[in-house]
């Protein structure tokens, strides 16, 4: 539980923010884990039939990831987050809808990578 970049979770830091208070750290890491299981629902629906339409929902839920990961100190889903919405604005704003549907896919990948090792952690810390 290290403070770099690619660290799941910087469980120091996190406890800071939350008063050293085990218990509720472990509950709004949970609570955090169904948030991204809801934004991440809104980002596959949206990328089931990319349109024009198709980039701000993908916008919208991975800030919500984003902003949820960076208050609890899980960077490596912030950072990953943070990848997805700078990719999906850029879609939002481009002509050249391919290059742009492409490159949200492979943020995308990032974050769910980064999902899956985020519910490794919680699993081996005994966090539902």
């Known amino acids: ?17 939350c008063g050293d208070d085990e218990d509720f750290l472990r509950e709004l890491l949970s ?4 948030e991204i299981h809801t934004q991440m629902v809104k980002i596959e629906e949206a990328l089931e039939s990319v349109n024009e339409q198709s980039f701000l929902p993908i916008m919208r839920a991975s800030h919500v990831i984003k902003g949820a990961s960076s208050n609890l100190m899980c960077k490596q889903l912030r950072r990953t987050a943070t990848n997805l919405e700078q ?18 896919k492979e943020c995308f990948e990032e ?13 081996s810390n005994s966090i539902d």
């Open 111 to 123: 974050l769910k990578a980064a999902v899956d090792e985020y519910r490794k952690f919680l699993k």
């Open 31 to 34: 609570d955090l884990n169904g």
């Open 87 to 104: 990719a999906a604005a850029v879609a939002n704003g481009n002509a050249d809808a391919a290059s742009s549907e492409k490159a949200v």
């Open 1 to 17: 539980m290290n403070g770099d970049d690619n660290s799941v979770i910087d469980w120091d830091e996190a406890m800071e923010q």
